[in-house]
C-alpha cells in the first residue's frame, strides 16, 4: 500500500471512529501500530481483521507477496502492539497461531474474508494468522489514586505475565513428555510462539519499568529520602542482576524457535526467584512513600482544590 494512500486511509479512519470509505467501504478495519525491529520507532498499518469473541485474527498476507511484510516482522521483534479498533485504543500482544490452530484460524478468517485463499494461492509461504487478544476491564482491580498504587498496578502485571509463562511453558514440557492424554500435533522442540511472544513482551516491559524507575523515580525520591540511600543503592544493584538474567532470557528468544527450551526453563527459574524477591523488597520500602503522591499527576500549571 502506498504510503500517501495507506495514510490517508489512516487520517480517514481516526477522523470517523474507524469508518473508511472509497475502496475500503464496508470493509472490518483496524489500525495496527507496531514498533520498527531495527528503528524502534512506531509504525501505524492498516489492516482487514475478523472478529473470534474479544479475539481479533489479521493475515499477514501482504496481498500474496513473496515475504512477509513489515509489519509481522516487526512483532516478532517487539510483541506488544497497539490496536485501534472504531473509536477505541488498545494495547494488546501480538501472537502469530502454529500448526493446527494456525490452519483452523485461516479456516474461520477465510469463511468470512475468501479473497486470503486466493492469497495463500499466490504464494509458497504459509500465510501467518496473528492473534490480537483484546484486553477486558478487571472488576477486581483496585481503583488507581496514588503513586503506590500506580508501582502495586504495574508489579501485579508483571507478576501476572511471569505466571502465565511459566504456566505455559510447563504445558508444553507436559505436552512434549506424552502427559497430557489429549490429542492434536505434539509440540515442537522449541517452546513455541506463544510463550516467546509473552516472555518477550515481559522482558521489554521489565526492562522499561525498571530504566524509567533508575532514571527518574529512584534520583527524585533520594533527594527527598537521603536516608534511604542504601535502599536504593540495593533496588538498582537488583536491577542489574534482573537485567543479566533478562538479557539470556532474551537471547533464548532472538529466534521464533527457540533452540534451547530447558535452558529457558532454568533462567525462567533464576528470573522468577530474583523479581519476585526485588518486587517484595521494593513494596516494603517504597509504597509507604508514594502513597501521598495522586495518579495521575496533576497537570503543569493545574491548580488544586
Keep these: ?27 472490518d478495519l483496524i489500525l495496527l501500530t507496531t514498533t520498527g525491529a531495527r528503528s524502534g520507532k512506531p509504525h501505524t498499518t492498516p489492516l482487514g481483521y475478523v472478529r473470534d469473541g474479544r479475539r481479533l485474527l489479521v493475515v499477514a498476507s501482504g496481498l500474496g507477496a513473496p515475504l512477509h511484510p513489515d509489519w509481522y516482522r516487526n512483532l516478532l521483534a517487539h510483541p506488544a502492539v497497539r490496536v485501534e479498533l472504531g473509536g ?9 497461531a502454529e500448526g493446527a490452530r494456525r490452519d483452523e484460524l485461516f479456516a474461520r478468517v477465510v469463511a468470512e474474508a475468501p479473497g486470503y485463499a486466493d492469497h495463500q494461492e499466490s504464494t509458497d509461504r504459509v500465510l501467518p494468522v496473528v492473534v490480537l487478544e483484546l484486553p477486558g476491564p478487571d ?9 503506590a498504587d500506580k508501582l502495586v498496578e504495574v508489579h501485579t ?5 511471569l505466571r502465565h509463562v511459566h504456566d505455559e511453558t510447563e504445558a508444553h514440557f507436559a505436552a512434549r513428555a506424552g502427559r497430557t492424554g489429549g490429542g492434536g500435533e505434539p ?30 523515580m529512584f534520583p527524585a525520591m533520594e533527594d527527598h529520602h537521603p536516608h534511604l540511600r542504601d535502599v ?13 538474567v533478562q538479557s539470556a532470557l532474551a537471547a533464548l528468544l532472538a529466534d521464533a524457535a527457540v533452540a534451547e527450551p530447558d535452558r529457558f526453563r532454568s ?14 523488597y521494593e513494596e516494603e520500602h517504597i509504597l509507604p512513600l508514594l502513597a501521598e503522591v495522586p495518579w495521575p499527576p496533576a497537570a503543569p500549571g493545574a491548580r488544586t482544590a
Design 232 to 244: 536504593f543503592d540495593r533496588l538498582r544493584h537488583e536491577h542489574r542482576a534482573i537485567g543479566a
Design 139 to 147: 472488576p477486581a482491580a483496585p481503583p488507581v489514586r496514588s503513586l
Design 1 to 27: 500500500m502506498h504510503e500517501t494512500f495507506q495514510q490517508s486511509v489512516i487520517d480517514a479512519f481516526r477522523a470517523n471512529a474507524g469508518t473508511v470509505g472509497g475502496p475500503f467501504e464496508g470493509t
Design 88 to 96: 477505541g485504543t488498545y494495547d494488546c500482544l501480538a501472537v502469530p
Design 267 to 280: 533462567e525462567l527459574a533464576r528470573m522468577t526467584d530474583k523479581l519476585t524477591a526485588h518486587l517484595d
Design 157 to 161: 502485571w508483571l507478576r501476572g505475565q
Design 187 to 216: 509440540p515442537s522442540a522449541g517452546l513455541g510462539l506463544q510463550i516467546r511472544q509473552r516472555c518477550l513482551a515481559f522482558c521489554q516491559a521489565l526492562e522499561f519499568h525498571h530504566t524509567a524507575e533508575d532514571g527518574h
